[in-house]
């Protein structure tokens, strides 16, 4: 199956791309189908953002959609920033300030209360109106400072609790590494969006009657 897939945040795209290929099908992206649109995200849920970048993308390019809203909940901030975590310190997508935000808010927040969990939801829909939600999620802490380079958004600031082995199974993540300082086979098996993508093409053909 072709997919268009809706998202402008190139490690999301490399993610999503990498995960879905894995799986036998064709990706292409926004640039590459030539889609501009800013659909804004006035959900208040993970998967109320995803159906509305799903629809406003399957409309524009007539492709099966798979599009994703993703964030780190914090359990020593309520939850935040939650679904607001790609514009938490005000500009959408500034990885930098956001990360510095949070590294602020946590300042005073001991080892054993640093709690928190990067969540996803991703919504496919196809053109005929039919869709499919599924959601995925991975516990870890914050850490105090940031980690490693391959990754993007808060993965240097988020210490999972476990990581994949190459035979899909996990770990106990005892060194304490980054999302950030992970390779991408380890992070895919143990990741939130690697676990609703797995949950994707695990209710794939049912949902579309193979």
């Given at each position: 199956?072709?997919?268009?897939?809706?998202?402008?945040?190139?490690g999301?795209?490399?993610?999503?791309?990498r995960?879905?290929e894995?799986?036998?099908?064709?990706?292409?992206?926004?640039r590459?189908?030539?889609v501009?649109?800013?659909?804004?995200?006035?959900?208040?849920?993970?998967?109320e953002n995803?159906?509305?970048?799903a629809?406003?993308?399957?409309?524009a390019?007539?492709l099966?959609?798979?599009a994703?809203?993703?964030?780190?909940?914090?359990?020593?901030?309520?939850?935040?920033p939650?679904?607001?975590?790609?514009?938490?310190?005000?500009?959408?997508g500034?990885?930098?300030?956001?990360?510095?935000?949070?590294?602020?808010?946590?300042?005073?927040?001991?080892?054993g209360?640093r709690?928190?969990?990067?969540?996803?939801?991703?919504?496919?829909?196809?053109p005929?109106?039919?869709?499919?939600?599924?959601?995925?999620?991975c516990?870890?802490?914050?850490?105090?400072?940031?980690?490693?380079?391959?990754?993007?958004?808060?993965?240097?600031?988020?210490?999972p609790?476990?990581?994949?082995l190459?035979?899909?199974?996990?770990?106990?993540?005892?060194?304490?590494?980054?999302?950030?300082?992970?390779?991408d086979?380890?992070?895919?098996?143990?990741?939130h969006?690697?676990?609703?993508?797995?949950?994707?093409?695990?209710?794939?053909p049912a949902?579309?009657g193979?």
């Amino acid at each position: 199956m072709i997919f268009c897939a809706a998202t402008n945040n190139q490690g999301k795209l490399k993610e999503l791309r990498r995960i879905l290929e894995r799986a036998g099908h064709e990706v292409k992206s926004l640039r590459e189908l030539g889609v501009t649109l800013d659909p804004e995200e006035t959900g208040t849920t993970f998967a109320e953002n995803a159906r509305i970048k799903a629809e406003a993308f399957c409309k524009a390019t007539g492709l099966a959609t798979v599009a994703d809203d993703s964030g780190l909940c914090v359990d020593a901030l309520n939850g935040a920033p939650g679904v607001y975590s790609a514009r938490y310190a005000g500009v959408h997508g500034d990885d930098d300030a956001n990360n510095r935000k949070l590294l602020d808010a946590m300042k005073d927040v001991p080892a054993g209360k640093r709690a928190a969990r990067f969540v996803s939801a991703v919504c496919l829909m196809l053109p005929d109106g039919r869709e499919l939600t599924v959601e995925g999620e991975c516990p870890g802490t914050v850490a105090f400072g940031l980690t490693g380079e391959n990754g993007f958004g808060y993965d240097p600031l988020f210490v999972p609790d476990c990581v994949g082995l190459p035979d899909g199974t996990t770990t106990p993540n005892t060194a304490r590494r980054s999302y950030a300082e992970l390779a991408d086979g380890e992070k895919d098996a143990i990741s939130h969006r690697g676990r609703a993508m797995e949950r994707l093409e695990q209710a794939l053909p049912a949902f579309l009657g193979e």
